[in-house]
């Protein structure tokens, strides 16, 4: 792969002995971790030039991604009035706009208790634990696969590529696993959302979160193969949420008496809402309405003169791994990034390299190596 040569040909220039010390798995790890430190980096208050960053990312911008909006129970903890919000998908990372799409009537508005018909939908939510790793060398897992239950008939829905067995050097590279497993998941089933330790405001620690439009699946669960003999080590936990949108909206028995326009959102910081609000100018409006993010949600503001149903967003998705094992190069198509995350790592395993610790296990290594092909 283009980016592991690069690497590899950056360190051949300090030294050419210190190469072959790193394994395909340590430059993978390092190749995604500062692909991932150099994305937050473009997207923090540090970094002026919009357009440059832009460009940058551009291959992982998803465009007009719809999403529902969903009115919160005055019990809700996500309760305010007027406000909806909508729940971003499992790949989201960075905002790029939004934009609402607005119903308004002329008599209806004011009172949402008449607008609203069939207004409640649920949400079926399965968290499934990751397994604990009993084994304390590797290989870590000699098998993985994660399987659902539908009408009684178990389905393997991923199974581990065989090349991880060997790849998942040490317990901290699941992080590998988990990765490819909630990008494939993502990809290939349809009505299903699947994300990693916190969905609605709630943490599940260490655990997938499978969210379904639907009641189908009665179980998923993983099975995982160590050393040991196989063993079925975790079976989800379900719930079911029960949520309320504006997607069975009777505004009027008259649609001459309703209009459907979108408006770009203003996007503003949590902490500045109230004070907007409060100012004749810059409240929310049906020419822009205001938005705002907090964690995984995007809350929209309407007033009595519109109603809010579904938002359009921009965004930023996760990359893909960096893989050399699975054929997964970098996903920044922009030569500037792709050389700006190689130099990161060569810096890196640099640093490494100069750490006198390192020095000395580098050391013990060439002198078993050695002794080993002595005895041999």
């Given at each position: 792969m283009e980016m592991h040569i690069e690497v590899l040909q950056g360190l051949q220039k300090v030294d050419s002995y210190q190469q072959d010390m790193f394994e395909a798995p340590?430059?993978?790890?390092?190749?995604?971790?500062?692909?991932?430190?150099?994305?937050?980096?473009?997207?923090?208050?540090?970094?002026?030039?919009?357009?440059?960053?832009?460009?940058?990312?551009?291959s992982l911008i998803v465009k007009n991604h719809s999403l529902q909006v969903f009115v919160p129970a005055s019990t809700d903890a996500l309760y305010e009035d007027n406000m909806g919000y909508a729940v971003m998908p499992p790949d989201y990372l960075y905002l790029v706009n939004d934009r609402s799409k607005i119903v308004t009537s002329i008599s209806k508005c004011e009172d949402l208790t008449t607008i609203v018909t069939?207004?409640?939908?649920?949400?079926?939510?399965?968290?499934?634990?990751?397994?604990?790793?009993?084994?304390?060398?590797?290989?870590?897992?000699?098998?993985?696969?994660?399987?659902?239950?539908?009408?009684?008939?178990?389905?393997?829905?991923?199974s581990m590529p065989t090349g991880f067995v060997g790849y998942i050097v040490d317990k901290d590279a699941k992080f590998m696993l988990i990765n490819d497993s909630l990008e494939k998941l993502n990809r290939t089933?349809?009505?299903?959302?699947?994300?990693?330790?916190?969905?609605?405001?709630?943490?599940?620690?260490?655990?997938?979160?499978?969210?379904?439009?639907?009641?189908?699946?009665?179980?998923?669960?993983?099975?995982?193969?160590?050393?040991?003999?196989?063993?079925?080590?975790?079976?989800?936990?379900?719930?079911?949420?029960?949520?309320?949108?504006?997607?069975?909206?009777?505004?009027?028995?008259?649609?001459?008496?309703?209009?459907?326009?979108?408006?770009?959102?203003?996007?503003?910081?949590?902490?500045?809402?109230?004070?907007?609000?409060k100012n004749e100018y810059y409240k929310t409006s049906i020419k822009e309405p205001i938005s705002a993010m907090s964690d995984n949600f995007l809350h929209v503001y309407r007033d009595k003169s519109f109603i809010i149903t579904d938002v359009l967003v921009d965004y930023v998705r996760k990359p893909r791994q960096i893989s050399l094992l699975l054929d997964q190069s970098c996903e920044l198509q922009s030569s500037g990034a792709r050389a700006e995350v190689v130099d990161r790592t060569i810096q890196y395993f640099k640093l490494l390299i100069e750490n006198p610790v390192y020095r000395e296990f580098q050391q013990d290594n060439i002198i078993k190596n050695q002794n080993s092909i002595t005895n041999g």
């Open positions: 340590e430059v993978d790890l390092q190749l995604n971790k500062h692909q991932e430190r150099f994305i937050d980096e473009l997207f923090g208050k540090e970094f002026e030039d919009k357009q440059i960053r832009l460009d940058y990312v551009r069939n207004p409640t939908i649920a949400e079926y939510v399965s968290v499934l634990p990751f397994p604990t790793v009993n084994v304390t060398t590797a290989p870590f897992y000699t098998g993985f696969e994660i399987l659902k239950t539908e009408s009684s008939i178990e389905t393997a829905i991923y089933l349809t009505g299903t959302r699947v994300y990693w330790e916190d969905y609605r405001g709630v943490h599940y620690h260490n655990s997938y979160v499978f969210v379904r439009d639907d009641a189908d699946w009665t179980q998923v669960k993983i099975n995982s193969y160590t050393n040991d003999d196989p063993a079925v080590l975790d079976v989800s936990t379900s719930a079911t949420f029960t949520v309320t949108n504006y997607l069975g909206i009777a505004l009027s028995s008259d649609t001459t008496d309703q209009t459907t326009t979108y408006a770009d959102n203003g996007m503003t910081e949590g902490d500045k809402l109230y004070d907007l609000n």
